[in-house]
């Protein structure tokens, strides 16, 4: 009697690049980050569970390695779910938001108030709001309208009594 439980044909490239994506995704599901994985031989030993220990069957999941694209972590350890171009794209943002000194300002508490002014002014007066030392820390930004100009603040009652002491009927 043959035992051919053990025994099968080497999978596609295809069926290896699913393969990885589900072990890598896993590994990262269930610690968070992938430790791991940083090469086809660390993927091995599952294969070689699944299929006969060949020389096919280990460049098959180079072949597989190599058509996912995946990029490397600072430690060379493989991110799923990306390609390399992902990869560059969002290491540029990065970077780009070190040099900017980005942070990130959730806007539950903020409050927009608008302000109707001619389109012409609006660019002036938005400039001399933002230069403004008694306008400092009243507000988050100041959006130019077609109309106008949204302010959003946080503290909307303090800023509309600001705003109101500066506008004088003629």
């Not at 990262?28 to 091995?44: C, E, I, P, T, Y």
């Not at 942070?103 to 539950?108: E, L, R, W």
């Not at 309208?145 to 909307?156: E, F, H, Q």
């Amino acid at each position: 009697m043959e035992d051919t439980g053990r025994i099968r044909k080497n999978p596609s490239r295809e069926t290896c690049e699913g393969i990885i994506k589900r072990i890598l995704t896993t590994e990262v599901l269930q610690s968070g980050a992938n430790r791991h994985f940083k090469s086809a031989a660390d993927f091995m030993n599952y294969f070689e569970s699944l299929y006969p220990a060949s020389d096919a069957l280990n460049k098959q999941v180079q072949r597989a390695i190599k058509a996912l694209d995946m990029p490397k972590d600072e430690l060379g350890y493989f991110i799923v779910n990306k390609t390399m171009d992902q990869f560059d794209q969002e290491q540029e943002i990065s970077r780009a938001f070190r040099q900017a000194d980005v942070t990130v300002d959730p806007m539950d508490d903020v409050e927009p108030v608008f302000i109707s002014a001619a389109p012409h002014m609006c660019s002036y007066i938005s400039h001399l709001l933002q230069e403004s030392v008694t306008f400092q820390g009243k507000f988050l930004t100041i959006l130019e309208t077609s109309n106008g100009l949204i302010i959003y603040t946080n503290n909307k009652n303090q800023l509309i009594v600001l705003l109101n002491s500066l506008i004088k009927d003629v």
